[in-house]
C-alpha cells in the first residue's frame, strides 16, 4: 500500500481493520445552520441526531446577539485567561451562570471553559492526584474517563447506575480524597442517574459528587438550570459541569462549584491556565441563552420538547428493536450487531431522514444502536413522520 513509507502502511492496515470490522468513521457535511431542516452532502434531510435540545443554535435572537458580541470584542481572545483573554464577557457569563446555582450549591460560582472535554479534563486533574480515588460510572463520557487517567488517582469503576456497589466500594476506601464521577444524563442511553441517592452517599463517605450535567442543563429543571434543580439538590460537596455547545447552542462549558473549588480550578487547572480563551463573542451569546432557557419561552420548549418525547414513543410499535427507558430527548433503539445498525441509518437517510447510528467503543458491544434525539425546534408532525418510518424499516428490516 505505501511501500516507502512503512509507518503509513501500519495505519493503513489498521483503517482497513476498522472497515473489515464496520467501525469506519464517516462525516457528513452539513452546509446549512443545525435545525430540524438541514441541508446535508447537497441533500434535504429532516435530522433528528443533534444535541441542539431546545433548537438555540438557529435562534434569531442568538444568532444576533454573536453578531453584537463580535461587534464589542471582535472575533478572538487572543490569550489565555491569565494572560489578557479574560473578558468582561467572561465574567458576566460566569456571574449570571453563578447565580442559577445559588439555592444547589453555597457560595457558588462559575467557570467557563472553552469546551466540555476540557472541563472534564480539568476538574478531574485538579482535584484528582495519585493519594485520590475515583469512582467512575460504568457509563461515563469519553472525558470523564481521560480526565480520571490524567489526575492518576486510583480508578475504581462502578456498575452502572448501581448505589448499593458504590457504597460498599467506598466504604472499603481509605483515600484521603475521594470522587465520585457520573454523567446525569447517560449520553448514548438518556436515563438518569440516580442523583439523590449519590449525594446521600458522598456526603455520608466525605467524598465530591462530580456530575456531568451536558445533557441536562437547559433541559431539565423548573428553569431549565439541570439536574441539580431538577431533583432539588443542595450540597457543598457537588461539583456541576454544564456544557454550553448542547441545549444552549453555542459552544463552550462551565463548572459551578463553592468559591474555593473554582478558586483552585483557577490555580491548578492545566486545560484552564494553558489554552487560550474562548472568544468573548460566545459568552456575550451565551447571556441571551440563558435568559431564553430560563424564561417562560424557556419554559415553554421544555413543555413541546416532553410533548415530542412522549409522541415518539407512543407513535412507535416495535418487535425486535428494543427503545430504551427514557424520559430524557435521547431515545436510543438497540438493534445489536454494527452492520445492521448502519444499514436501518442508510435506509432512513434514503427517506430523507437523518439519524445517527453508534457503533462500539462508544457503547458496549453488541448494542450498536440509533440515537434518535429530540428537539423543540421538531414539530409534532416530523416526530411522527420519524416514528412511522421507523415501524415500517423494522418491520422490513428484521
Ligand atoms: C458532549 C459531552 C461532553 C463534552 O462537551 P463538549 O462541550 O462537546 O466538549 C462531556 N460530557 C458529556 C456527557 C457529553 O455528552
Not at 77 to 91: D, E, F, L, T
Not at 131 to 157: C, K, P, Q, W, Y
Not at 222 to 251: M, N, R, W
Not at 336 to 360: K, M, S, T, Y
Amino acid at each position: 500500500m505505501h511501500p516507502k513509507f512503512p509507518l503509513l502502511g501500519q495505519l493503513q492496515q489498521q483503517l482497513d481493520a476498522l472497515d473489515a470490522a464496520q467501525l469506519r468513521r464517516t462525516r457528513r457535511v452539513s452546509e446549512s445552520a443545525c435545525a430540524p431542516q438541514m441541508q446535508v452532502d447537497g441533500k434535504a434531510m429532516l435530522a433528528f441526531c443533534s444535541n441542539d435540545y431546545l433548537g438555540l443554535a438557529a435562534h434569531p435572537r442568538v444568532v444576533e446577539a454573536l453578531q453584537e458580541g463580535a461587534s464589542l470584542y471582535g472575533a478572538g481572545s487572543g490569550a489565555s485567561h491569565m494572560i489578557s483573554g479574560h473578558s468582561r464577557a467572561h465574567v458576566l457569563l460566569e456571574e449570571r451562570l453563578a447565580g442559577l446555582f445559588d439555592s444547589s450549591i453555597p457560595s457558588a460560582r462559575a467557570l467557563y471553559f472553552c469546551t466540555g472535554y476540557m472541563a472534564n479534563l480539568a476538574v478531574l486533574a485538579a482535584l484528582g492526584s495519585k493519594e485520590a480515588t475515583i469512582f467512575s460510572e460504568e457509563l461515563n463520557h469519553a472525558s470523564l474517563i481521560d480526565g480520571a487517567r490524567l489526575s492518576r488517582a486510583n480508578v475504581v469503576v462502578y456498575p452502572h447506575r448501581d448505589v448499593q456497589q458504590l457504597d460498599a466500594l467506598l466504604a472499603a476506601s481509605t483515600s484521603k480524597t475521594k470522587l465520585v464521577v457520573t454523567d446525569s444524563v447517560f449520553s448514548m442511553d438518556g436515563d438518569i442517574a440516580p442523583l439523590p441517592q449519590l449525594l446521600a452517599l458522598c456526603e455520608r463517605h466525605g467524598a465530591w459528587l462530580v456530575v456531568d450535567d451536558a445533557h441536562g442543563f437547559g433541559v431539565l429543571g423548573e428553569q431549565g438550570a439541570g439536574v441539580l434543580e431538577h431533583f432539588s439538590l443542595q450540597s457543598p460537596q457537588l461539583i456541576y459541569i454544564g456544557t454550553l455547545g448542547k441545549a444552549a447552542g453555542v459552544g463552550g462549558a462551565f463548572v459551578a462549584a463553592h468559591a474555593t473549588v473554582i478558586d483552585w480550578l483557577v490555580q491548578r487547572a492545566r486545560p484552564y491556565i494553558y489554552s487560550t480563551a474562548a472568544p468573548p463573542a460566545l459568552a456575550h451569546a451565551l447571556l441571551t441563552s440563558i435568559d431564553i432557557i430560563t424564561s417562560t419561552e424557556g419554559k415553554n420548549l421544555r413543555t413541546h420538547l416532553q410533548q415530542l418525547i412522549r409522541d415518539w414513543r407512543e407513535g412507535l410499535t416495535l418487535k425486535h428493536w428494543q427503545l430504551l427507558n427514557s424520559d430524557t430527548p435521547i431515545q436510543p433503539l438497540i438493534i445489536g450487531a454494527n452492520q445492521p445498525a448502519l444499514d436501518a441509518a442508510a435506509a432512513l437517510r434514503e427517506q430523507g431522514l437523518w439519524v445517527a447510528a453508534i457503533r462500539p467503543p462508544t457503547v458496549p458491544l453488541n448494542t450498536a444502536r440509533l440515537r434518535v434525539t429530540l428537539s423543540a425546534a421538531h414539530s409534532r408532525e416530523q416526530v411522527a413522520q420519524l416514528a412511522q418510518a421507523m415501524t415500517l424499516l423494522e418491520a422490513t428490516q428484521t
